[in-house]
Nanobody, 112 residues
Framework: QVQLVESGGGLVQPGGSLRLSCVASVSIFSRYFASWYRQAPGKQREWVAHIFSTGTTAYADSVKGRFTISGDNAKNTMYLQMNSLKPEDTAVYYC??????WGKGTQVTVSL
């Protein structure tokens, strides 16, 4: 059973930055790609970004240009650098390995 543990969430003011981490119990790319999703209160979970083992990345339009996904295979870790945060980025952020295994999430709150 693969375990994923997210960290790095917190409270930040609009315009601020946070870096989320996701540590896997096996290679973060053992299922070829890894992803970040988020779920805001009262809304469905939405895809944020993914990264393939080749290094190819993709982003949702809502975060493109502000968020950067990266991975460190040696550390079994995936990151999400979030800059220029907006109140609408407030959500629980989840990491996923191959859309098969999921972490329990980390809360990000963007507010004054």
């Amino acid at each position: 059973q693969v375990q994923l543990v997210e960290s790095g969430g917190g409270l930040v003011q609009p315009g601020g930055s946070l870096r989320l981490s996701c540590v896997a119990s096996v290679s973060i790319f053992s299922r070829y790609f890894a992803s970040w999703y988020r779920q805001a209160p009262g809304k469905q979970r939405e895809w944020v970004a993914h990264i393939f083992s080749t290094g190819t990345t993709a982003y949702a339009d809502s975060v493109k240009g502000r968020f950067t996904i990266s991975g460190d295979n040696a550390k079994n870790t995936m990151y999400l650098q979030m800059n220029s945060l907006k109140p609408e980025d407030t959500a629980v952020y989840y990491c996923s390995q191959g859309n098969t295994y999921w972490g329990k999430g980390t809360q990000v709150t963007v507010s004054l």
